[in-house]
């Protein structure tokens, strides 16, 4: 059975940067596109960032210039290069994936930003 797993997350002071890494395992799935969503205290889950598997990209206007997601050519594997935290930035961050079968979600990685 698929999984998606994410790694990467932590404390980081403001202005710092943290690179967060997501990959599907367990299947040989077909994945389309992959993102990143984030729940911030108190709020709904929003969008970060998504890549679709012909690399089209689209970013929430909050992280433009800041955050960068790329993915890898032949596995199911995503990254999120996060560049120029704030602690608006804190937030648990989910990692997901779309198969022809629906979506999968990871189970979150906590981002903090704080000094």
């Known amino acids: 059975q698929a999984q998606v797993v994410e790694s990467g997350g932590g404390l980081v002071q403001p202005g710092g940067s943290l690179r967060l890494s997501c990959a599907v395992s367990g299947s040989r799935v077909r994945i389309y596109t992959m993102g990143w969503y984030r729940q911030r205290p108190g709020m709904h889950r929003e969008l970060v960032a998504t890549i679709t598997h012909e690399y089209d990209v689209n970013y929430a206007d909050s992280v433009k210039g800041r955050f960068t997601i790329s993915r890898d050519a032949a596995k199911p594997m995503v990254d999120l290069q996060m560049n120029n935290l704030t602690p608006e930035d804190t937030a648990v961050y989910y990692c997901?994936?779309?198969?022809?079968?629906?979506?999968?979600w990871g189970q979150g990685t906590q981002v903090t930003v704080s000094s």
């Open positions: 997901h994936a779309d198969w022809y079968d629906g979506r999968l």
